[in-house]
């Protein structure tokens, strides 16, 4: 099935001064739109914006043409994979699965990076295990969105080969919108590419704009 989500007319204030401001975009099923920007620039903010946990003086969302201000209590529509991770430290792998997804647990089973580690704590992984973990968990529901935040920080570049293969795959039930520093890796993932500056998005279409906005050297 095909899934349409429109963001408009994002204004939001904080109270150190900055502002995300006149943010519009649309993301569809088989999207994979990445966000870049340098720290600081209102990536993070975005996202937890259009997520709806974050509020904001104007925003227009909808989902397949109908309005939704706050996503992620519209069952089945997006799910977030924030910075900070989420998990309980003191439950197993297997244990978070097994809450996540009640039968089928292949996925996980025969996976090279996780089969292991099924009988460890969260508190037990290293930082790129559990980052890996955490996403092909968001990726694998069956929310029609997932906005995921720093997809592949801490990655060992093995675990990283096998992190863009599942957001990948997962573009083609999911449309996708991800913020990261590693811009050279998703370069040939993504299918639209956007910078975030001074609190607004700017169409990116090679990367010589990216190096003329500072982002790129």
């Not at 694998?140 to 957001?167: G, N, R, V, W």
């Not at 990261?180 to 993932?189: E, P, W």
Request: net charge positive; charged share 25%; proline share 3%.
């Amino acid at each position: 099935m095909h899934n349409t989500l429109e963001v408009n007319s994002i204004y939001k204030s904080v109270v150190s001064g900055f502002k995300l401001s006149d943010i519009s975009l649309i993301c569809e099923t088989g999207d994979i739109i990445g966000i870049f920007g340098r720290n600081g620039s209102g990536k993070s903010l975005l996202l937890k914006t259009i997520f709806g946990t974050t509020d904001a003086e104007n925003k227009f969302i909808k989902i397949n043409k109908k309005i939704a201000d706050k996503l992620y209590l519209v069952p089945k529509a997006v799910v977030h994979l924030p910075q900070q991770t989420f998990l309980p430290k003191h439950t197993t792998v297997h244990k978070i699965i097994s809450l996540y997804f009640h039968k089928d647990h292949s996925d996980f089973t025969k996976d090279p990076i996780l089969r292991n580690l099924l009988s460890l704590k969260v508190a037990e992984l290293s930082a790129g295990e559990l980052r890996y973990f955490e996403l092909k968990l968001i990726l694998l529901t069956e929310a029609k969105f997932a906005l995921l935040d720093e997809p592949l920080s801490q990655l060992s570049p093995l675990i990283k080969e096998q992190a863009l293969h599942l957001i990948k795959k997962a573009s083609l039930q999911k449309g996708i919108i991800l913020c990261d520093h590693d811009y050279f890796s998703l370069s040939t993932q993504i299918t639209h590419t956007l910078l975030m500056h001074a609190g607004s998005l700017k169409k990116i279409r090679c990367e010589t704009e990216l190096k003329f906005w500072n982002y790129l050297p």
